[in-house]
């Protein structure tokens, strides 16, 4: 099945930074690629996803880029504002009965 | 419009105890995910429901867990003779085309 692997599992940047955060997945049929953001005691919040057939996508503040040959994908975000603090989830899916197959999460830690 | 909603938001039950576990999907969203999420296993994928129908059961953790939908619409997840071994938070999650998933708020188990 599929495996996908999250790095940093904490990143701390200062307020206005950029922050990236990685993943690489194991299946070459996995074609959906979405972004979580979860805060305490809430349910999973989808921030942005990419298909194969994208290499990048950007929405505001936040874009993802694919790159499906390394089977690596990767979350940017820009300015980074202290509401941008929260547990990110990457995932990846061949869509329907598979589900989604989640990395271990990041801690991003936005400082003042 | 309205989210995925889950109930009951919390439940504390003992040992040995049966539990149902709610999700309302968002209306007209065919697709239907159970995962679960605990600090051990991180988030992981239990069953999918395509209308009223789960084609795969193999990702429920034991023969103690079911779970069913009814009318294309409402799902319950049910287990059996709880262990502390269940405690986790639920989460359900919704489709409309099985790929985009939107996430409900989560019902965190605690077993006594």
């Known amino acids: 099945g599929e495996n996908v692997e999250q790095h940093p599992s904490t990143l701390s940047v200062q307020e206005g930074d950029s922050a990236v955060i990685k993943c690489t997945y194991s299946?070459?049929?996995?074609?959906?690629f979405p972004w979580y953001k979860q805060e305490l005691g809430k349910g999973p919040q989808l921030i942005i996803d990419i298909r194969s057939n994208v290499g990048e996508k950007k929405d505001q503040r936040i874009a993802v880029t694919l790159n499906k040959t390394a089977k690596h994908f990767s979350l940017h975000i820009t300015e980074t504002q202290p509401e941008d603090s929260a547990v990110y989830f990457c995932?990846?899916?061949?869509?329907?009965?598979?589900?989604?197959?989640f990395g271990k999460g990041t801690h991003l830690i936005i400082q003042p | 419009g309205a989210g995925v909603s889950q109930s009951p938001s919390n439940k504390v039950t003992e040992k040995g105890k049966d539990v149902e576990l709610r999700c309302d999907p968002i209306?007209?969203?065919?697709?239907l995910y159970w995962y679960r999420q605990s600090l051990g296993q991180g988030l992981e994928f239990l069953i999918y429901?395509?209308?009223?129908?789960?084609?795969?059961k193999s990702g429920l953790p034991s023969d103690r867990f079911s779970a069913e939908r009814t009318g294309g619409s409402v799902s319950t997840l049910t287990i059996q003779r709880t262990q502390q071994e269940d405690s986790a938070v639920y989460l359900c999650?919704?489709?409309?085309?099985?790929?985009?998933?939107?996430f409900g708020p989560g019902t965190r188990l605690t077993v006594l």
């Open positions: 429901f395509q209308g009223n129908s789960a084609p795969d």
């Open positions: 995932a990846a899916s061949t869509g329907g009965a598979d589900g989604l197959t």
């Open positions: 299946d070459s049929a996995s074609n959906y």
């Open positions: 209306s007209g969203h065919t697709a």
């Open positions: 999650a919704s489709s409309f085309e099985a790929y985009t998933q939107y």
